[in-house]
């Protein structure tokens, strides 16, 4: 999946026998088989952690550590410092979040385990879904886990008109594309986390609730005026596959494509 969020599986057998580990992006892992995690600055000092399915450790980065795992399996989710400075509208530097043998937070946990669904799907929502769900994690773990609290940023009303409407015809100009969280707020000429919070303002959507909505819109104008093959209306309207398309358009109408075509049509 070519998204800036950074996915990666480890297994016993990634490292079953303790070893030499330097980690340079900040990452959360999410247990996906229970087991034990083992960490310490020396390899005969390490310290073992226990984790359940569902468990969360935020892991530090630019420390030398020793590591082993016991039975775990998880999945590392980097989190992209893009991501990070643009939730605290900071751009001196890295932020740096504080380790975390146990994070509790429900919408962490959300957040992830939505990570991990649409992993185990075969990504069929495309970049600019994980782009928000990294953009709404990097927002939660700077207010939570950040080793120099950052001054919260404040943000009034929504989108400007102009901003609205500008970012609304760059959408629909790019149903087909995979539109991308930096596109659309670049586009207006904002940060990601700053652009996510003001659209949802001005909206009551998030950007890729909005952009769905669009292509749902534009499919069924396809499908009401021309007899076109379902495969292609999938496809002009920004869906990898025609199955996610149909299951979408199912849910948001209440029927398949090809039933709602065969019924207009007549």
């Known amino acids: 999946m070519n998204a800036r969020i950074a996915l990666d599986i480890f297994t016993p057998e990634s490292a079953s026998e303790p070893r030499v580990c ?31 399915v569902g468990d969360m450790r935020l892991l530090s980065r630019h420390l030398e550590k020793w590591i082993r795992i ?8 980097g ?25 509790i937070d429900a919408r962490i946990g959300g957040l992830a385990a939505a990570v991990n669904v649409e992993r185990v799907a075969g990504f069929p929502n495309g970049r600019l879904f ?14 939570g886990y950040t080793v120099r609290d950052p001054a919260a940023p404040t943000y009034r009303g929504g989108l400007g008109a102009a901003r ?23 586009s207006v000429g904002l940060s990601t986390a700053h652009f996510a919070v003001m659209f949802r303002q001005s909206t009551g959507q ?3 609730q909005f952009v769905l909505r669009c292509r749902m819109e534009r499919a069924k104008e396809i499908l009401r005026t021309r007899k076109a093959r379902i ?12 199955q996610h398309f149909a299951r979408v358009f199912r849910q948001t109408y209440g029927a398949a494509p090809r039933e709602y075509q065969r019924d207009v049509l007549v």
């Open 164 to 186: 609205l409407r500008h970012v609304s015809e760059f959408i629909q100009a790019g149903l087909e594309r995979d539109l991308t969280l930096v596109e659309l707020a670049q």
């Open 70 to 77: 016991e039975g775990l399996e998880f999945l590392a989710i």
């Open 130 to 143: 994980l782009d928000s769900i990294e953009q709404a994690l990097a927002v939660a773990l700077v207010q």
């Open 231 to 242: 495969v292609d209306v999938a496809v002009e309207c920004g869906f990898k596959t025609q």
């Open 22 to 52: 330097v980690q340079h992006q900040q990452v959360l892992a999410l247990a996906l088989r229970r087991g034990s995690f083992h960490v310490g600055a020396r390899r005969f000092e390490m310290k073992k952690s226990a984790y359940e």
């Open 206 to 208: 998030t950007p890729h």
């Open 79 to 103: 989190i992209s410092d893009t991501a990070l400075t643009a939730a605290c509208e900071r751009t001196d530097g890295e932020v740096e979040l504080r380790t975390a043998e146990h994070v």
